[in-house]
C-alpha cells in the first residue's frame, strides 16, 4: 500500500470515491462533489492523504477548518471515505490513524467527526481510533426527505495542546 498527499491530478478518483459515499445516503448532506477547485479551498493543505493498493485508490481522509476564529486554529473536522471494493480491509483505519498522525505534527489538538447515527461501521471505526460521542445533533438536517441525526464524536490529542 502507498499512502500520499491529495494532489490535483487524484481528485478525479476522491471525487468518485466521495460520490459513490453520497450515493448510500449514510456518508453526507451533499448531494454531489464539488470542484477541485471549491474541494482545495474548503480543506487544509496539510492532512489530505489518499491510500492506493497496487495502483487503485482505495480511500481518502482530509481535514476542514472547523473556524476560521484563532481560537479553533487546533481543531479539524474529518471526512474519510473508503471505495466500495476497499470496504472492511482495515483502510478506514490506516487512512485515521494516519491522518491523526499527521494532524498532531502540525499541531491540532481536536479532531471531530459528524457522522449520520445509523452509519454504525464508521462510528465504530472513530472509537476505535480514540474518539469519543460527546452527543446527538437529533434532525440536523433532511436529506432525501427525511430528517437525519448526527453523532458527534472527538479526539483529543493527548500530546498537542496538553
Same mark, same amino acid.
Given at each position: !500500500? +502507498?499512502?500520499?498527499?491529495?494532489?490535483?491530478?487524484?481528485?478525479?478518483?476522491?471525487?468518485?470515491?466521495?460520490?459513490?459515499?453520497?450515493?448510500? =445516503? !449514510?456518508?453526507?448532506?451533499?448531494?454531489?462533489?464539488?470542484?477541485? +477547485? +471549491?474541494?482545495?479551498?474548503?480543506?487544509?493543505?496539510?492532512?489530505?492523504?489518499?491510500?492506493?493498493?497496487?495502483?487503485? !485508490? /482505495?480511500?481518502?481522509?482530509?481535514?476542514?477548518?472547523?473556524?476560521?476564529?484563532?481560537?479553533? /486554529?487546533?481543531?479539524?473536522?474529518?471526512?474519510?471515505?473508503?471505495?466500495?471494493?476497499?470496504?472492511?480491509? =482495515?483502510?478506514?483505519?490506516?487512512?485515521?490513524?494516519?491522518?491523526?498522525?499527521?494532524?498532531?505534527?502540525?499541531?491540532?489538538?481536536?479532531?471531530?467527526? =459528524?457522522?449520520?447515527?445509523?452509519?454504525? /461501521?464508521?462510528?465504530?471505526?472513530?472509537?476505535?481510533? =480514540?474518539?469519543?460521542?460527546?452527543?446527538?445533533?437529533?434532525?440536523?438536517?433532511?436529506?432525501?426527505?427525511?430528517?437525519?441525526?448526527?453523532?458527534? !464524536?472527538?479526539?483529543?490529542?493527548?500530546?498537542?495542546?496538553?
Amino acid at each position: !500500500m +502507498e499512502i500520499k498527499n491529495i494532489e490535483a491530478q487524484d481528485y478525479p478518483q476522491v471525487a468518485a470515491i466521495y460520490s459513490a459515499g453520497i450515493a448510500t =445516503g !449514510m456518508a453526507t448532506f451533499q448531494t454531489e462533489a464539488t470542484s477541485w +477547485e +471549491e474541494w482545495d479551498k474548503s480543506h487544509l493543505k496539510d492532512c489530505r492523504i489518499v491510500v492506493f493498493e497496487n495502483g487503485q !485508490m /482505495a480511500g481518502w481522509a482530509a481535514l476542514t477548518p472547523v473556524s476560521n476564529r484563532c481560537v479553533y /486554529a487546533g481543531v479539524a473536522e474529518v471526512s474519510i471515505y473508503i471505495a466500495e471494493s476497499f470496504r472492511g480491509k =482495515g483502510i478506514g483505519k490506516l487512512l485515521l490513524l494516519q491522518l491523526i498522525d499527521e494532524s498532531e505534527k502540525i499541531g491540532l489538538w481536536t479532531l471531530q467527526s =459528524g457522522i449520520f447515527s445509523e452509519n454504525i /461501521a464508521s462510528i465504530k471505526l472513530h472509537e476505535y481510533c =480514540g474518539f469519543r460521542v460527546i452527543g446527538t445533533r437529533e434532525k440536523i438536517g433532511k436529506k432525501d426527505g427525511v430528517w437525519k441525526d448526527n453523532t458527534i !464524536m472527538e479526539r483529543r490529542s493527548k500530546t498537542v495542546g496538553v
